[in-house]
């Protein structure tokens, strides 16, 4: 079936811009989570939903930083006024309801600010 | 507090011999355990994971990994190494007991080496 898709593959955007990462979960995951991550590091969680409502964002680095996940399935990690700081890997994963279930991770948006 | 260590930065190993990749974990209660794997320029994939039961778990591409509650370890091993093996190799942990707190800890990151 298919997997966590996650569009653009690629962005490019200058200093103070705008941009939206778009996550499209696999079917019937309810848990959904954003992670950022930069070259020769690990994940660094941003922010997690279950459904609709973000459980837990406590990753999200500041306020620039925002995520939305209106009807429970496709997910939007916007950044306003981007700064180079905010180059990385943003990787987007879903899985099913409880702990034990493992995350499936898209192959991310490599975002690069100049 | 809740951690995970991968002791190991990088791992080499020549093709054909077994391998081992590193855990250890620090968390409240029964852990949930698991093995990612990220090859260049791709996500994160699902390699296995512990939740109770048998020690060894077996998962994907020939892996398996074994929990030692005593140890607090869940190294990742593979009896024979290939080549396409070489990629960077996650650890993670979440405790049974988190309750609403789904945040997964994560390990640095062991980038392992197989040399043909």
């Known amino acids: 079936g298919a997997g966590v898709s996650q569009t653009p593959s690629n962005k490019v955007t200058e200093k103070g811009k705008y941009v939206e990462l778009r996550c499209d979960p696999i079917s019937g995951h309810t848990a959904l989570y954003w992670y950022r991550q930069s070259l020769g590091q690990g994940p660094e969680f941003l922010i997690y939903?279950?459904?609709?409502?973000?459980?837990?964002d406590s990753g999200l680095p500041n306020d620039r930083f925002f995520a939305v996940r209106p009807e429970g399935s496709v997910s939007t990690l916007k950044i306003q006024r981007t700064e180079r700081g905010d180059s990385a890997v943003y990787l987007c994963a879903s899985s099913l309801a409880g702990p034990s279930s493992p995350l499936h991770f898209g192959n991310g948006t490599r975002l690069t600010v100049t | 507090a809740q951690s995970v260590a991968q002791p190991e930065d990088q791992v080499n190993v020549a093709e054909g011999n077994p391998l081992t990749v590193k855990c250890t974990y620090s968390?409240?209660?029964?852990?949930?355990l698991f093995w990612y794997v990220q090859y260049p320029n791709r996500g994160l994939q699902f390699l296995l994971k512990?939740?109770?039961?048998d020690n060894l778990v077996k998962g994907s591409y020939g892996f398996e990994a074994e929990f030692n509650k005593s140890q607090t370890s869940f190294h990742l091993k593979k009896p024979s190494a290939l080549v396409s093996d070489s990629a960077l190799y996650f650890c993670?942990?979440?405790?049974?007991?988190?309750?609403?707190?789904?945040?997964?800890?994560w390990g640095l990151g062991t980038s392992l080496a197989v040399n043909p």
């Open positions: 968390v409240s209660g029964n852990p949930y």
């Open positions: 993670a942990v979440r405790g049974a007991n988190a309750g609403n707190n789904r945040k997964l800890i």
């Open positions: 939903f279950q459904g609709t409502g973000a459980a837990d």
């Open positions: 512990y939740i109770t039961g």
